[in-house]
């Protein structure tokens, strides 16, 4: 399958769009999920778009750029491993397969785009004193389109050479090495739920995981079907909980009462 021009512009924009999103409202671009569906749309198969979307959606699950520190750009890595999963046809394995790299590789120019930001923050601030208010703008929009430009213009160059790169790995890479990439692109999913379960009470909940491991592997059941099951154990959870507080609430009550030497006139115990 040949990549035609409107795809690599249409994907080099989402990838443009895709960062200065995250970076401002960060409602739906910042969801490796979402842009994977929107490159599969794209791609014309939004089954793959969202089969990569999702695995890189749980592998950057609690991985969060605190204190402005860089971290896998799993968004843009969705772009390029649905485009390569779908241009191969060698199915989602292949495309995480190269889609994690570039993940890793966006650290680097995530790092570029910021050191580009303090150059425009200087002018900035160098604005303000002066009151020059369109240098302030000015420098602004030049800051979201370094942004934008740290990840549209990687994806761009691979989108171009792409064909010939995806070729060339089809025809020179051993078959020992495309199993090997296949069997840990088959494993990334589950290291994506070890770490979300390494953030939550699991010790808690162990048995309604039970519940759900037992439901998909055995009973086959949909993921819609066992996420209505997740909502309805977590319904009685919360009730049971809220039933606890109100107990411990009326004991509490009821002992501090009895210290005290009593209920008071007008007071009266539930």
């Known amino acids: ?35 994977g569906m929107i490159a599969g749309i794209i791609m014309g198969d939004i089954k793959t778009g969202l089969a990569v979307g999702a695995t890189l959606q749980l592998m950057g699950l609690g991985i969060q750029a605190y204190g402005g520190a860089s971290v896998p750009d799993y968004m843009t890595a969705s772009i390029i491993g649905t485009t390569f999963a779908v241009l191969s046809n060698k199915g989602v394995e292949f495309g995480l397969s190269l889609a994690i790299p570039v993940g890793l590789l966006m650290v680097q120019l995530d790092i ?19 009151t020059d208010v369109k240098q302030v703008r000015l420098n602004n929009r030049l800051g979201v389109l370094s942004w934008g430009l740290s990840r549209s213009l990687p994806v761009f160059v691979m989108l171009v050479f792409g064909e010939g790169l995806v070729n060339l790995m089809l025809n020179y890479i051993p078959a020992w090495l495309t199993n090997g990439l296949a069997t840990a692109g088959g494993l990334l999913p589950a290291v994506g739920i070890a770490i979300l379960l390494r953030y939550l009470p699991v010790r808690n909940y162990i048995t309604y995981l039970i519940v759900g491991f037992v439901a998909v592997a055995y009973l086959s059941i949909p993921m819609f079907g066992v996420a209505l099951v997740g909502l309805a154990l977590a319904l009685k959870a919360f009730k049971d909980t809220i039933k606890e507080q109100n107990q411990r609430e009326q004991q509490t009550v009821v002992y501090s009462a009895n210290i005290s030497g009593g209920l008071h006139d007008g007071e009266y115990e539930d």
């Not at 080099?12 to 979402?34: D, H, K």
């Not at 910021?114 to 923050?121: D, E, T």
């Open 112 to 130: 570029l785009a910021r050191f580009c930001n303090v150059f425009f923050q200087k002018r900035i601030d160098k604005a303000i004193d002066k």
């Open 1 to 35: 399958m040949n990549i035609e021009i409107w795809q690599i512009i249409l994907l080099t924009l989402l990838a443009f769009i895709g960062v200065v999103e995250m970076l401002g409202t960060n409602i739906l671009a910042g969801q490796a999920v979402i842009i």
